[in-house]
C-alpha cells in the first residue's frame, strides 16, 4: 500500500527555517506531481508548492522567493520543502501529496498524515 511520510516540522521563530521532507513509499511504479499544502486553524487546506516530474514548480503567492521545493537526486520518491523567512502566519499543519501510479495500474493521489510547523517567538 502507498504511504507517504512527512518529517522536519516543529517550533520556530520568526525570520527562522525549517525544512521538511517526504517519503513515498510502496507498490509505485511512478509519480507525476509531488507537493506540498498547508492547513491552518479554522481555514481550508491550501496549495503551497508543487513538483511535477518533470522539474516544473508552481508555488503560492505568499511563499514565493522564500520557500522552495525540490526533489532528492537518487530517490525521485523523496521531496523536500526548505522555507526560509517564516512568518507567524505561515504556521500550520503540512501535508506532503503524490499522484502515483502503481504497479498494478491504478492512478491515486496519496497524502500524508501531515506535520506541525508553528512559527512564533
Known amino acids: 500500500q502507498e504511504q507517504l511520510v512527512e518529517s522536519g516540522g516543529g517550533l520556530v521563530q520568526p525570520g527562522g527555517s525549517l525544512r521538511l521532507s517526504c517519503v513515498a513509499s510502496?507498490?509505485?511504479?511512478?509519480?507525476?506531481?509531488m507537493g506540498w499544502y498547508r492547513q491552518a486553524p479554522g481555514k481550508q487546506r491550501e496549495l503551497v508548492a508543487i513538483l511535477t516530474s518533470g522539474g516544473s514548480t508552481n508555488y503560492a503567492d505568499s511563499v514565493k522567493g522564500r520557500f522552495t521545493i525540490s526533489r532528492h537526486n537518487a530517490n525521485k520518491n523523496t521531496v523536500y520543502l526548505q522555507m526560509n523567512s517564516l512568518k507567524p502566519e505561515d504556521t500550520a499543519v503540512y501535508y506532503c501529496?503524490?499522484?502515483?501510479?502503481?504497479?498494478?495500474?491504478?492512478?491515486?493521489?496519496?497524502w500524508g498524515p501531515g506535520t506541525q510547523v508553528t512559527v512564533s517567538s
Open positions: 510502496g507498490s509505485i511504479f511512478s509519480i507525476n506531481v
Open positions: 501529496n503524490a499522484d502515483v501510479m502503481t504497479y498494478g495500474g491504478n492512478s491515486l493521489s496519496s
